[in-house]
T-cell receptor
Framework: QKEVEQNSGPLSVPEGAIASLNCTYS??????FFWYRQYSGKSPELIMS????GDKEDGRFTAQLNKASQYVSLLIRDSQPSDSATYLC?????????FGAGTTVTVRA | NAGVTQTPKFRILKIGQSMTLQCAQD?????MYWYRQDPGMGLKLIYY???????DKGEVPNGYNVSRSTTEDFPLRLELAAPSQTSVYFC??????????????FGEGSRLTVL
């Protein structure tokens, strides 16, 4: 299974600030990249997918992909207490996904 | 739509016992997966299937077996349970997107404790 590395955190940000999450991956041929959010005791849910170099925005979330550097990131703007969760980076590996260990984000009021 | 349904949600096993975790999806997805998640860790792939009758090992298959006789069902069998198998197990499914997999849809998870 391909290696996916995330900054381990935990990451604590004040409400209204920007949370920045980083992920690197080992396989240059990977084509699909995903960010999942997992609340404590719950299953992961997809929040962003990105397939091309550059930025992709969806509401308060922006995913950034740089295939040359094998790097994908997630920005959460105007962080809210409801954003407190673990964020998992996932990279496609043929028919399956390889996941990073996750970064736990806490948004403090 | 039920999506991906896992049973049981919780189970306590004694060392050496066996059990089957059930997983069913109603989205007609080709691909199905079993992951385990240990505290503070990411998801580790146990087994996966790209269609009925086809299964393959993931990263951590030892101590587990699977079968895929129908598109809908993908049960995970634990033989001779060990404390190292204490974990949360997630079943997931996805549809094929070109030559790769697309978004994974997860079940609610099954929390297994082996004592």
């Amino acid at each position: 299974q391909k290696e996916v590395e995330q900054n381990s955190g935990p990451l604590s940000v004040p409400e209204g600030a920007i949370a920045s999450l980083n992920c690197t991956y080992s396989d240059r041929v990977s084509q699909s990249f995903f960010w999942y959010r997992q609340y404590s005791g719950k299953s992961p849910e997809l929040i962003m997918s990105i397939y091309s170099n550059g930025d992709k925005e969806d509401g308060r979330f922006t995913a950034q992909l740089n295939k040359a550097s094998q790097y994908v990131s997630l920005l959460i703007r105007d962080s809210q207490p409801s954003d407190s969760a673990t964020y998992l980076c996932a990279v496609n590996d043929d028919y399956k996904l390889s996941f990073g260990a996750g970064t736990t984000v806490t948004v403090r009021a | 739509n039920a999506g991906v349904t896992q049973t049981p949600k919780f189970r306590i096993l004694k060392i050496g016992q066996s059990m089957t975790l059930q997983c069913a999806q109603d989205m007609n997805h080709n691909y199905m997966y079993w992951y385990r998640q240990d505290p503070g860790m990411g998801l580790k792939l146990i087994y996966y299937s790209v269609g009925a009758g086809i299964t393959d090992k993931g990263e951590v298959p030892n101590g587990y077996n699977v079968s895929r006789s129908t598109t809908e069902d993908f049960p995970l069998r634990l033989e001779l349970a060990a404390p190292s198998q204490t974990s949360v197990y997630f079943c997931a499914s996805s549809r094929r997107t070109g030559s790769n997999t697309g978004e994974l849809f997860f079940g609610e998870g099954s929390r297994l404790t082996v004592l």
